[in-house]
């Protein structure tokens, strides 16, 4: 021990802080966050963030990154990629995430996954609000919309007039679009 003054000092046990990531850190790992559930007949975004910790603390912005979604499952499912026309997604220098949009146009769940070159760590999800990768799509649901009929809501505040719309559909069975499922 060192005397300092009146009071005894053990130099050994003053230790540095553990070292926090920073966005120059190397990419931990890809997480997938989204709804767990949608309709057939309708696209689903799912964002892909990047991580420069497993803590989920520091979104990797360092470089720019290529991966791939991936999905597994019920072997009937087929998934699409309706904008891209490919599960090849980037997510640019500067940035830690990307949107992708994605189709699942026959009923079943479907294990969602993305890797990505360089990521040391597995990818996690939140689909749903939980800690889970699976997606359950189904030919008849709702859909909430805005007045464009989009589905990406902004925040609403109580006590507050929106125009939010509730649609019931079903997959056409001709065109595989979105139909009224009540008439």
């Known amino acids: 021990p060192t005397t300092g003054g009146d009071r005894d000092m053990d130099l050994q046990s003053l230790q540095s802080p553990p070292a926090c990531p920073s966005a120059t850190s190397p990419l931990h ?8 559930n949608g ?12 991580w420069a910790d497993a803590e989920q603390n520091t979104r990797f912005t360092a470089a720019a ?24 997604f980037t997510i640019d220098s500067g940035l830690s995430e990307t949107t992708i949009q994605v189709g699942v146009t026959k009923e079943g769940t479907v294990t969602f996954d993305a890797t990505a070159t360089g990521a040391t760590g597995n990818t996690t999800c939140r689909l749903g609000g939980t800690n889970s990768c699976d997606f359950l799509a189904s030919s008849v649901g709702f859909i909430f919309s805005n007045l464009d009929k989009a589905t990406d ?11 939010i719309y509730l649609r019931a559909v079903k997959k056409d069975s001709d065109t595989a679009a979105c139909v009224a499922a009540l008439n």
């Open 29 to 36: 790992h890809l997480e997938i966050v989204g709804s767990d």
């Open 39 to 50: 309709v057939t007949c309708d696209a689903n975004n799912f964002i892909i963030r990047a």
């Open 65 to 88: 990154i290529t991966g791939e979604m991936t999905h597994s499952g019920d072997s009937e499912v087929t998934v699409t990629y309706p904008e891209s026309k490919s599960p090849i």
């Open 153 to 163: 809501i902004l925040a609403q505040t109580a006590g507050k007039d929106s125009s």
